[in-house]
């Protein structure tokens, strides 16, 4: 768990002491998913905070299990790149859409099975109807990770992951985009399954929106955390100044070496050439936030590289 970032962590146990929670409640009575679950927003039983909580909620172990390992599978890389702010910030949002996507798709199912009724009457329903609606409930995280899932692709379109039970790895962005296929065909069949699918392509379609929106204005991220790639990038050059003591206050001197029969550098040669090397890596860097990693050349990858291990 160490090992696992602080957000990414910190979901997983939220969600697990959230499920075990409901358990316990569950079994003196209390319908805990009937309260932090998402009812439609006609329904008795709805309030606003459950476009928060019902994130949290799983209806079972499965559903729970395997929300958890896809946001420990993908979530660890996707924090690790954008930083904790950002992924948080990415993470609620997108449940949050998820949510409404889901609310407008159950209101248009009620409008198309009472074409009787208009708009505005379906707005005046009685207490009776009201309470009926009440079965119509959306509990779960599977919005929040399709769009982590999502992000995963847009950021590593060409990573090739494997993918039980194909034999073969496929590249990430074939996998988001057979999975976007998948719930398209699902919500817009017959499905009975009891699948929130619109949910799902709410929190891809709101993650879709939220990257392009970055990508095409790299500087509105800042408050929220780093940019695409600038996280792990800004931990290698970290590593690049401190061991080569850029931060110091005082000027590195060049240990001599036995036998040297070049001239030795003077301060401020050193300081002019590796103030010219950190330049070259806060352009690649910068190339890295504004177009991602497989924008660089093979030169621009081994200078950043070399640079790494020194």
Known sequence: MRSIPTITRNLLIINIIAFLAALVFNGRGVAFNSIFGLHFFLASDFHAYQFFTYMFMHADFTHLFFNMFALWMFGCVVERVWGPKRFLFYYISCGIGA???QELSQFMSLYLSVPELSIGQLFSLDEVSRQALNGWTTVGASGAIYAILLAFGMLFPNERIFIFPLPIPIK???FVMFYVAIELFSALGTSTDNVAHFAHLGGMLFGFLMIKYWQRHPESGRPWGKS????FFDNMRS???RRT???SSAPRREQPKPQNTTR??????YNARKKRE???IDIILDKIRKSGY???TKEEKKTLFDASKK
């Open 228 to 231: 695409k790639g600038q996280q």
């Open 245 to 247: 003591n850029r931060t």
């Open 264 to 269: 030795p550098e003077t301060d401020r040669q």
């Open 278 to 280: 950190q330049d070259e």
């Open 239 to 241: 590593n690049w100044e």
């Open 99 to 101: 949510g409404l996507l």
């Open 172 to 174: 990430a962005k074939w």
């Open 294 to 296: 497989e924008s660089l």
